[in-house]
């Protein structure tokens, strides 16, 4: 009886990680989705432009991160975290919350450090930009990336069965493989 057991545990353990490895992906993917619907509001409230990745800030160093910008419009500080992300990270010196996240530099960081960010109208293919990714490694405690150097070392590459989740600037978000992200179209640029 003993024997029986063992060996259905033993045949059912292995489906069940790759089911509960499912449902993190799906859970992920739903939290980019609204982050990018709260990104899309902000958007509208703000005539157009994407959320700077830093704004200034009189009590913190270095500002306040997008991820703290946007809580008006998503009201939940859990979608900001990846199940599957066992290092969320925190900007130090920065008002900001920890989270799996980051955004993409090349738009929401243009012509300076803080508040500065594109037009949300004036990407040529919102449908094809991306606008946050998920981070990879607390050594990068940061609040997104610059693909143009080296930053998109800086994707969780693996952390959904050998790709990772992505939100776009309409809002919309789904599951690739970092390569993808760069050939045959690159997908970072504005």
Known sequence: MVGIILILAAI????????MGRAETTSCL?????????LRLYSDDYDGRIVPAMLPHPDALRGICWDVT???YINNRMILLCPSDETPRRVHGALCEPHSYGINLALSQVGGYLNSSLDLYSLEDPIGTILLCELNGERYATHGIDWRNGGVDRVAAR?????????FADGHAKWMRVEQTLKPDLLWDP
């Open 30 to 38: 739903a939290n980019m989705r609204h982050l990018g619907m709260g």
């Open 12 to 19: 059912l353990l292995p489906a069940m990680e790759t089911a």
């Open 70 to 72: 946007i809580q008006p």
């Open 159 to 167: 952390r959904h069965g050998g790709g990772s989740n992505f939100t």
